[in-house]
């Protein structure tokens, strides 16, 4: 008889399915992925090696929902490329003297401008510490117009907020049943490498969302607002009301349960309850920040990234990813102000976030990156613009080989070889081949991918080595 051969990618999905099989609720179906599915791996993983805090690494993600407009975020300013660009635009394009002029060192003196607002990613990008990735989109599988109008094997809901945000964080592009994310897939394959197995490698400062929700991984939710941890009220106090309250909540978490499900609620807010409390004491031990954050829902949120960053040797981990989110892209009116305004919070933030990882020493082992639902029509809808699909990201740290623009900035008049109508790009680089790059440079091995990013066979070849875009060292 041949025994079957397993892999990493095919245990943990059974996992999956196997707690699946317990019970159909939601309820006891989000509960196992927390805890029952997280146990079970623990007991058959090896023991994670003793690992330097000089091998930390972290993933930022700076979600900017609603769809960003990215060709006025990052504008050709060579003469032909800007009047193709201004008459696309027409009175939604920004003066050629207003963009902030930058100079990509790999685009043989091609010459571009940035937002007028981005004065702070300006200079990143000119130190070599920020890179844009191109006409980037979520595909399945490369296409051209032809394909487009035959409606082959395209993503589905395109041009939709909801698929689209969702096919963002699965990278996943046709499965819409699909409640796992690639930031989740990719903590289920290193979560393994913390030293501390308490506490997710998924920090989110914006709920639960997609993109960290793993087969066994789940993210840790954290506030922008004194040590992070949200702690049972009365926590900290130490009145007779509240040590009487904190005891009783204890007894009760105590008493062993023979309903499984009933026993891994209780285990579920157990762990929470711990998890704030180690938490909540390592942020405050960590080194402090003093560099100056704008007062932002946004600035908050990285300020509260830079300091959890700060606590990792407190943490005991070596891998940590992080979700932001930034909303108000969808600028269907008003598109010059309110467009600035959104890159003026984004500017700013990440100018401070920068800073900050200089002042703790981290910028090389700190990666942050932009997701967005997608890019805006370049044609206007009177003062706004409309749904569209490829757009520019952008990639910010010591790691990045900056002062490059990676993929094919594509010609911006209407009618071109891309141009699904007023200006709607097909996609020229994939989302899978930008989130392959951020996962090996995270840690990742490249027989990793195929459970992490499934598609990415479809675009690189990733047994032949080296990495898709070559945009981080």
């Not at 010459?111 to 510490?129: D, R, T, V």
């Not at 296409?143 to 041009?159: A, E, N, S």
């Not at 989110?204 to 506030?223: A, P």
């Not at 942050?368 to 749904?387: A, E, V």
């Amino acid at each position: 008889m041949t025994k079957k051969k397993y892999s990493r990618r095919t245990f943990i999905e059974n996992l999956g399915l196997g707690c699946a099989h317990l019970g159909a609720t939601s309820l006891l179906s989000g509960i196992t992925n927390i805890g029952l599915i997280g146990s079970a791996a623990a007991a058959n993983r090896p023991l994670a090696k003793t690992t330097s805090m000089m091998d930390y690494k972290a993933l930022v993600c700076i979600y900017l929902a609603g769809g960003n407009d990215s060709f006025n975020m990052l504008v050709p300013t060579d003469t032909e490329p800007y009047e193709q660009y201004k008459t696309s635009r027409t009175n939604i394009a920004i003066p050629k003297e207003d963009l902030l002029p930058i100079s990509p060192k790999n685009l043989s003196g091609q010459k571009f401008g940035l937002h007028p607002e981005l004065s702070n990613i300006q200079q990143l990008f000119e130190n070599e510490n920020a890179a844009f990735i191109a006409n980037c989109g979520v595909l399945q599988e490369p296409t051209d117009l032809d394909k487009f109008k035959q409606k082959i094997k395209l993503p589905i809901g395109l041009f939709s907020h909801s698929h689209q945000m969702d096919r963002w964080q699965t990278s996943l592009p046709r499965d819409a049943q699909q409640n796992v994310g690639w930031g989740g897939r990719l903590a289920d394959i290193l979560q393994q490498n913390n030293s501390n197995q308490n506490l997710s490698m998924s920090i989110s400062l914006d709920g639960s969302n997609l993109f960290q929700r793993g087969n066994r991984v789940q993210s840790y939710t954290i506030k922008n607002s004194q040590n992070g941890s949200t702690l049972i009220n009365g926590a900290t106090k130490d009145n007779f009301y509240e040590q009487l309250k904190r005891a009783t909540l204890d007894d009760v978490l105590e008493v062993k349960h023979q309903n499984i499900l009933k026993q891994a609620y209780s285990d579920v807010v157990a762990g929470s309850k711990s998890n704030s409390f180690e938490f909540d004491a390592a942020l405050s031990k960590g080194i402090t920040i003093n560099t100056k954050f704008p007062d932002s829902k946004l600035g908050k949120n990285l300020r509260m990234v830079a300091r959890t960053i700060a606590a990792r040797d407190v943490l005991s981990v070596r891998n940590q990813t992080f979700f932001v989110s930034e909303g108000g892209f969808d600028s269907h009116a008003e598109n010059l102000e309110g467009h600035g305004n959104k890159m003026k919070v984004l500017d700013e933030a990440l100018g401070a976030f920068y800073e900050a990882l200089e002042e703790i020493g981290a910028t090389q082992n700190v990666t942050s990156y932009t997701m967005s639902d997608f890019g805006r029509k370049l044609i206007t809808n009177g003062d706004g613009t409309d749904h569209a699909w490829g757009g520019n990201a952008l990639v910010v740290g010591g790691a990045v080989k900056g002062k490059q623009i990676f993929g094919q900035y594509p010609e911006l008049y209407l009618g071109s070889p891309l141009d699904t109508g007023g200006g709607r790009f097909i996609p020229t680089t994939s989302a899978d081949e930008y989130f392959a790059e951020l996962a090996l440079w995270f840690g990742a091995s490249s027989s990793d991918l195929e459970y992490i990013l499934p598609n990415i066979g479809n675009f690189w070849d990733y047994r032949l080595g080296g990495t898709p875009l070559g945009f981080l060292s």
